[in-house]
């Protein structure tokens, strides 16, 4: 991580939680704004194909807290 993104990432992480979530929400929309309409329908199928394993019973859903400590993890975090 360049310095630079760090001390944003610390800036931000001393916002109050709604600025953070505006904040979060603002950088996701941009980052879609510049999609790709083939990564679009590829994400749409994705989403179909999980929601259909899970309504079928072959998928259970995890607690997002619970993903992210795992994700921590993996990363080393």
Do not use: C, N, Y
Not at 15 to 28: G, I, N, P, V, Y
Not at 35 to 45: I, K, P, R, S, T
Request: glycine share 4%; charged share 40%; net charge negative.
């Amino acid at each position: 991580m360049s310095s630079k993104l760090a001390e944003i990432t610390q800036d931000a992480l001393r916002l109050m939680h709604d600025e953070q979530l505006r904040l979060a929400r603002t950088l996701l929309e941009k980052s879609e704004a510049i999609g790709d309409d083939d990564v679009a329908a590829a994400w749409e199928d994705e989403i179909e194909r999980r929601i259909k394993s899970i309504d079928a019973g072959l998928a259970k859903s995890r607690p997002f807290a619970e993903v992210v400590v795992e994700v921590d993890r993996q990363l080393g975090r």
